[in-house]
């Protein structure tokens, strides 16, 4: 299992929730915000959203944003 930890950017509610690593690495993550109920893309790796594979790091790159691990 992977934990990650995030802020809502809707309302900044900051939250650490559990995937698994498959799911992470070959499949589609979609986590929901425990307070404002928004959905998150965490993982596309099956082309749902976008027409290449992509994860949160990613994302993050392309928005100037670091990424820890």
Aim: glycine share 6%; net charge positive.
């Amino acid at each position: 299992r992977l934990l990650i930890g995030f802020t809502c950017k809707v309302c900044k509610h900051r939250q650490f929730k559990t995937m698994s690593k498959h799911a992470y690495e070959k499949g589609v993550v979609l986590i929901q915000c425990d307070s404002c109920k928004n959905r998150h893309l965490i993982a596309d790796n099956l082309g749902w959203f976008r027409d290449k594979s992509i994860n949160v790091e990613d994302l993050m790159r392309e928005k100037g944003e670091k990424v820890r691990q």
